[in-house]
């Protein structure tokens, strides 16, 4: 939506309340030419707002200037810069204080502006809510010059939820009032007005009219040197470039890096600059000119790389990503291209780095910002306090107090530019080579790559890459995971749908014998595909029938990022939590989670935590310092939005975001509990909730189930496992023989062997060897007997001295 400018006061109530004259007039001035001189490095006004709101409050200025003019700004321009979390953050704020000083034409602006910063998030749903609030507020108290802009808002979200009908309505309740509308900005008004008549059509498939609009709207949009004519510019290149008009998409492109100066000067940040760069990329590669497109897919990534690093919220930077993936794909296909057309070698290698940078950026942000705090060059006295203040903000989040966390987070952001923290990591040709001279013999990497109905298969070892593409079968995915889910598939049905898929993913491989560690890194649907259930033999039974995980041991990993990241957690102890859900509580009954923690702790040492002493508190106070930590309990995996899934322990419900802060030091992390591997999809970041929120917490390796998977099987298996890292296995080793041991075990009947009882149980990390923290009778005798002897000696010296 367009800027709107607040109503504006008297100079004198407005400016001064204890504030001097001298003061109050030399920041409105400060004010006037940050606001001016800075409209096209935005990052640096950002940062000069939040400097005159502190001088501004230092001085005593009024409370009413400094949310009207300065905090309101600075909200703006963080949306301009795509941080729109953050600029929803301080429209809260904004619409506390509006609604506590009844100034309820502001606070319909408030709401406009948050309908704004959703539909950049394109959230559609909560964009037609502020729109409503907006109305409600506006027709409740008569604030009639403004609904022309509530409906032509409620218009064009009506147009992105598909309701034309809705859309329609508003269309003409704008038309309708737009003849005898009278403000200053009548112009500003019919552009965005025509911006919505212009998607309207083009949702009616009427590229003519759409067209019309648009040119309407940019012929206007050019006259006030606006920003949005940016918008309108990249959306008619868009339909030029559908109806096959390349040249008449190019000139509309190239007005917009000329509109912010980026046609002469390559420096220039700007979001609109992101989507402009990609569509200019599809132009080039639609035109077969394959170096043009990759330096614009290059600009578009840069652009995206400096706002990701100036973003401070996971939901703004998740939202970014969604576009990143677009343009790494089409990253991925150029370098593909050209790999075809010259078979050079170094195509190759950038076509799959342009693939694990499409996704799990924000995990490997986190996990580098994990170990950077938790590193020596940290002392523990300023960790401690990091992480106290973290915790307050997202409980700050949590309450709603919108001012105290807006203050909190400045001091975490300050403190974080101190520490260095806010420098990410690269992962280019010399991480991936590093990452490649890691790997043993018998390790080959896989990683899948999805873009529409082709599926990109690279396989990475030790001193090569190879690809292969074949066609994407989602259809075969969704049916052999519904077999593998349901414990009364039959067998015929399960290889069936298992076999189509292992010649899909696997069958064409030409690995090596050598290899018997298989790690892979999957991509959209194959995320909730359990590769080691894929039968490689088919036999009469489920006991005799071989599977992809009896000949190799299998790992899971994010991304090649994920896997190259090093850890610095040194810690040797267990946690186990076991909270009580009996009969009268509101969930399902869990027998024995105190019992298995409890035998966790017989092989392995440490502590456990259950029953009244399983809560949040003994988590992030206690546990996070554990090497193996162990949750066994309940969760709930949510596919509405990153941060709305939770694990619950004996107090209450820990949410992702919460997890997110947790300091872990934990090498690895065993989630026993429902279908903690689920969670919301981004297309950027890939399946985001429990599991992946402990990994991005810190933890190096996390074992999780991706389904409810019945209690006595699971208990089984994890006994064994437990067994086997105590006795020395590496954690993914030990899991894949547990697997084995159980469909070994005859006293297991043939029923219970159906995969849908071992196979949801994964192993996302490369792997950990857990030193035990019991003490064992070899131990003892390596401990005690010198030390006897040490007694034995000391005594004897006393008596010959004696």
């Known amino acids: 939506m367009r800027i709107i400018f607040f109503h504006l006061f008297c100079f004198s109530s407005l400016l001064v309340i204890s504030a001097s004259l001298e003061d109050s007039l030399a920041i409105s001035e400060q004010y006037k030419s940050a606001y001016s001189n800075n409209k096209k490095d935005l990052t640096n006004r950002i940062y000069e707002f939040q400097e005159l709101i502190k001088k501004a409050n230092g001085v005593g200025m009024s409370q009413n200037w400094i949310q009207d003019k300065l905090v309101y700004r600075l909200g703006q321009d963080y949306s301009r810069i795509g941080d729109f979390d953050r600029a929803l ?223 401070v919220f996971a939901t703004s930077k998740l939202f970014l990503d969604e576009m990143k993936r677009q343009v790494m794909e089409l990253g991925l296909e150029i370098e593909f291209q050209s790999y075809e057309n010259t078979g050079n070698q170094r195509h190759l290698l950038q076509a799959l780095l342009y693939a694990d940078q499409a996704k799990s950026n924000v995990l490997n942000e986190r996990m580098q910002l994990a170990n950077l705090v938790n590193s020596s060059a940290i002392s523990q006295e300023t960790r401690d306090l990091r992480f106290k203040w973290v915790y307050q903000l997202n409980q700050y989040e949590t309450s709603g107090n919108n001012d105290e966390a807006i203050k909190l987070r400045n001091r975490v952001e300050s403190l974080d530019k101190a520490l260095g923290l806010r420098k990410q990591q690269t992962f280019g040709p010399l991480e991936f080579e590093n990452l490649q001279s890691s790997l043993l013999p018998n390790q080959l990497v896989l990683q899948y790559f999805v873009i529409n109905d082709d599926l990109y298969i690279f396989q990475i070892s030790k001193d090569k890459v190879k690809l292969l593409v074949k066609n994407m079968r989602s259809d075969e995915v969704i049916k052999f995971y519904q077999n593998l889910q349901n414990p009364k598939s039959t067998l015929t049905e399960y290889n069936k749908s298992g076999e189509i898929l292992y010649n899909q993913l696997i069958g064409q491989l030409a690995i090596d014998k050598a290899v018997n560690h298989l790690i892979i890194i999957p991509d959209k649907s194959l995320t909730y595909l359990v590769f080691g259930a894929l039968p490689t033999k088919s036999l009469s039974n489920w006991s005799s029938t071989e599977y992809l995980g009896d000949k190799y041991t299998i790992s899971y990993n994010f991304s090649l990022h994920t896997l190259a990241q090093k850890s610095i957690n040194t810690s040797t102890s267990y946690a186990g939590f076991a909270p009580t859900f009996d009969a009268t509580s509101t969930l399902s009954y869990i027998s024995g989670n105190d019992e298995a923690v409890t035998q966790a702790k017989s092989f392995l040492g440490g502590k456990t935590y259950t029953g009244a002493n399983a809560t949040t508190q003994m988590l992030r106070e206690e546990a996070v310092s554990a090497a193996v930590l162990q949750l066994y309990t309940h969760a709930v995996s949510s596919d509405s939005s990153f941060d709305a899934s939770y694990i619950y322990l004996q107090d209450r419900k820990m949410y992702v975001d919460e997890i997110l802060t947790l300091p872990l ?108 923290g019991k003490v064992s009778f070899g131990n003892y005798l390596v401990l005690g007997v010198p030390l006897c002897l040490g007694v034995f000696l000391l005594s004897f010296l006393k008596r010959k001295r004696s």
């Not at 429209?91 to 602006?109: A, E, G, M, P």
């Not at 890939?686 to 996390?702: H, K």
């Not at 006293?747 to 857990?770: M, N």
């Open 89 to 311: 953050e301080i429209n809260s704020s904004l619409i506390q204080h509006f609604d506590s000083i009844t100034d309820y034409v502001n606070l319909v602006w408030v709401y406009v502006e948050r309908a704004t910063y959703h539909n950049n998030q394109r959230d559609y749903t909560k964009v037609k809510l502020a729109y409503e609030n907006g109305l409600n507020v506006a027709k409740q108290h008569k604030i009639s010059e403004r609904l022309i802009d509530l409906y032509n808002g409620l218009a064009s979200v009506s147009i992105h939820l598909n309701d034309l009908v809705s859309a329609k309505k508003y269309v003409s309740l704008v038309e309708k009032r737009l003849p005898y509308y009278a403000e200053d900005d009548i112009d500003e008004v019919r552009a965005y007005f025509n911006i919505t008549k212009a998607e309207y059509y083009l949702a009616l498939n009427n590229n003519e009219r759409s067209e019309k609009f648009y040119l309407k709207a940019i012929t206007i949009a050019d006259q006030l040197e606006y920003r949005k004519v940016a918008n309108a510019r990249t959306d008619l290149a868009k339909l030029y470039l559908d109806t096959d008009e390349n040249e008449k998409a190019l000139i509309q492109l190239n007005k917009v890096l000329k509109h912010f100066g980026a046609d002469t000067n390559t420096k220039i940040k700007d979001t609109y600059l992101i989507e402009a760069y990609y569509v200019l990329a599809k132009v080039y590669f639609y035109e077969g000119e394959l170096e043009n497109s990759l330096e614009m897919v290059v600009k578009s990534k840069g652009q995206i790389d400096y706002f990701h690093n100036k973003y």
């Open 665 to 772: 030091k934990t090498k690895l992390c065993i989630l026993t509990a429902c279908e903690v591997g689920l969670g919301k999809e981004y297309d950027g970041e890939g399946v985001t909730g429990v599991s992946w929120a402990f990994r991005a917490a810190g933890a190096d390796n996390v074992i999780q189930s991706l389904w409810r998977i019945n209690q006595e099987s699971s208990r089984e298996l994890m006994d064994v496992f437990f067994k086997r890292i105590a006795d020395g296995e590496s954690s993914e080793v030990a899991l894949q023989m547990a697997k084995r041991d159980y469909m070994n075990n005859d006293e297991i009947s043939e029923r219970l062997k159906h995969p849908f009882y071992w196979a949801g149980i994964t192993h996302y990390g490369k792997g950990t060897i857990v030193e035990s």
